[in-house]
């Protein structure tokens, strides 16, 4: 049973062989569920990091114009 094709010449190949039948070319390995999860995992924290230092930003800017708005 044939899973995926040949990125380089579209023949059908079997998801676990390395290297194509058909052209002989190394076929990259699929990333690993885990590794993937990982990746995303780190996006969403820097996503939430950035977001929390714009909160902290606004926040300040408000904070000190309520200051220059009671003087
Ligand atoms: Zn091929």
Do not use: N
């Not at 380089?8 to 058909?22: D, N, P, V, W, Y």
């Not at 990982?38 to 820097?46: D, P």
């Not at 939430?48 to 300040?60: C, D, E, H, P, Q």
């Amino acid at each position: 049973m044939y899973t995926s094709d040949c990125p380089f010449c579209h023949e059908a190949l079997h998801a676990e062989e390395l290297i194509c039948r058909s052209c002989q070319r190394e076929l990259a390995t699929p990333p690993a569920p885990g590794k993937c999860r990982a990746g995303w995992f780190a996006a969403f924290t820097l996503a939430v990091a950035v977001a929390a230092g714009t909160a902290v930003l606004i926040r300040g800017f408000l904070e000190e114009r309520r200051h220059w708005l009671g003087k």
